[in-house]
Nanobody, 122 residues
Framework: QVQLVESGGGLVQAGGSLRLSCAAS????????MGWYRQGPGKQRDMVAR???????NYADSVEGRFTISRDNAKNTEYLQMNSLKPEDTAVYYC????????????????WGQGTQVTVSS
């Protein structure tokens, strides 16, 4: 019911910045949560940052203070501003969203974007 498209990944030197974008489209009533997740080589996919409808945010300890998640509700787009990037931030970054498909009855669904590669060099 929701399609997510990420953009903004690339190669950056340590200490640099990138901004990722995720646009949500499809048939759904509202978005409960949108967030960013990443998966490095040989690692599990971990939560990086999340934002709820009410604007509450949640960050992984490893990125708090360096990354900022934001959302443009009018565009159904969320962003991840990544500053002071480190080589250990290198990963495929995925946008994820939980949406309300219908309200009566209440049904929710979640989906992932295709991922965008972020590579941070020393």
């Amino acid at each position: 019911q929701v399609q997510l498209v990420e953009s903004g990944g690339g190669l950056v030197q340590a200490g640099g910045s990138l901004r990722l974008s995720c646009a949500a489209s499809g048939t759904f009533f509202s978005i409960n949560t949108m967030g960013w997740y990443r998966q490095g080589p040989g690692k599990q996919r971990d939560m990086v940052a999340r934002m709820t409808t009410g604007g509450s945010t949640n960050y992984a300890d490893s990125v708090e203070g360096r990354f900022t998640i934001s959302r443009d509700n009018a565009k159904n787009t969320e962003y991840l501003q990544m500053n002071s990037l480190k080589p250990e931030d290198t990963a495929v970054y995925y946008c994820g969203a939980q949406v309300v498909v219908t309200t009566k009855p209440l049904r929710v669904s979640a989906d992932w974007g295709q991922g965008t590669q972020v590579t941070v060099s020393s």
